[in-house]
């Protein structure tokens, strides 16, 4: 068996990117404080998605010709007035990820382009029946309810455990919460 200790010259960049601040996590002893000053050379603040409404629609296209190699339609082409109305309304928690993840479900049940609003995942359709009840007037406490778990659902991009733990109820309530409005929903 051969050993070879060579050293060979690299020149790397690294790349990281978080949601969270750093520092905070230094004095809270959950980060290496001399980690930092080793990759924190150059600072990037990109804001999130949700306050970056009009870079949407270009995202959502360069993100939907990646899923659709070989499109050659032009970005106007690829989605509704409908469904850009919805996607540049959603909160984004989970920034270009959780975008590129509605551009690829609405992909697959797009059978031809325009992605119309129908393609996107129902968590949308919710979110416009909630704004929709926030315009109405007085709601009951049902809809209050439901409006309350919709929207924690949302910001958690649809984890039910995370929603559950925010709204301060075990899983197995907000499955029947849930289940009692799909069967409402069916007799009504």
Known sequence: MFVHNKVVAADVRVVCATHRRLETMVEDGQFREDLIFRI????IELPPLRLRVGDIPPLAAHLLR????????????????GALEQLTAHVWPGNVRELANVVEHAS?????????????PRRFADRRLNQELRTIGPMSLRELEMQ???????????????AAEELGVSLKTLYNKLNQTNELGKTA
Do not use: M, W, Y
């Open 40 to 43: 924190n050379a150059f600072e």
């Open 66 to 81: 990646r899923v659709r190699i070989g499109c050659a339609l032009p970005d106007e082409k690829l989605f509704t007035d």
């Open 108 to 120: 697959i049940l797009c059978d031809e382009l325009p992605i119309d609003a129908e393609h996107l």
């Open 148 to 162: 309350a778990i919709h929207e924690s659902l949302e910001r958690h991009g649809g984890s039910k455990p995370k």
